[in-house]
């Protein structure tokens, strides 16, 4: 299970490897 804590960062880390591409 995901905690929402987790999701956040993972949804951070996506932005943050799109916005790095």
Request: net charge positive; proline share 0%; no cysteine.
């Amino acid at each position: 299970m995901l905690n929402q804590r987790q999701l956040r960062w993972k949804t951070a880390v996506m932005e943050s490897e799109k916005r790095s591409v």
